[in-house]
């Protein structure tokens, strides 16, 4: 675990309002969390939550160059069925981090809660954006996050 890193987790569904919401909400929570000694932020590249963590940390890279972003990808090809403004989105967010990991060559049942694991198991801390409270992959995560004691944030419609 690095306690100087962040993993980000959430839905890939966003309604247009939270969408406008946590484009205001989440660059300012990255600054802070930088102020706070947070230099590596992760994300698992997925449509949704993780582009737009991704993208913030970009924007905070814009002033600050100590800053890291890392992606965990679950698979090869995991965007493959993505529409093409989707792909083209995490095409530009992966050119721009410090490191992609590709968890595994091809998709297989568990992936992305290999993938979700592997990026708790790196952090010290998660922002979550969790608005279910029972079932889903970001539900599972937050619940995995707590479990290895990890300080959590959870800028959902709800609170866990």
């Known amino acids: 675990m690095r306690s100087c890193a962040v993993c980000f987790t959430g839905h890939r569904i966003i309604s247009a309002n939270e969408l406008k919401r946590l484009n205001g909400v989440l660059p300012v929570l990255v600054e802070k969390l930088y102020s706070d000694g947070y230099r590596v932020f992760c994300t698992g590249g997925a449509m949704g939550f993780d582009m737009l963590a991704g993208e913030a940390v970009l924007e905070l890279k814009n002033s600050h160059n100590d ?55 790196s952090c010290g ?36």
Request: hydrophobic letters at 35%; glycine letters at 8%; a positive charge.
């Open 67 to 121: 800053v890291t972003l890392e992606i965990f990808l679950p698979c090869r090809g995991s965007s493959d069925r993505w529409p093409a403004d989707h792909k083209k989105r995490q095409s530009s967010v992966l050119s721009q981090a410090e490191k992609v990991n590709v968890l595994s060559d091809y998709y297989y049942d568990g992936c992305m809660m290999v993938r979700n694991r592997k990026m708790v198991d």
């Open 125 to 160: 801390m998660c922002v979550s954006y969790c608005c279910r409270l029972s079932g889903g992959g970001t539900f599972g995560t937050v619940c995995y996050a707590l479990e290895k004691g990890l300080r959590l944030i959870n800028i959902g419609e709800r609170t866990i």
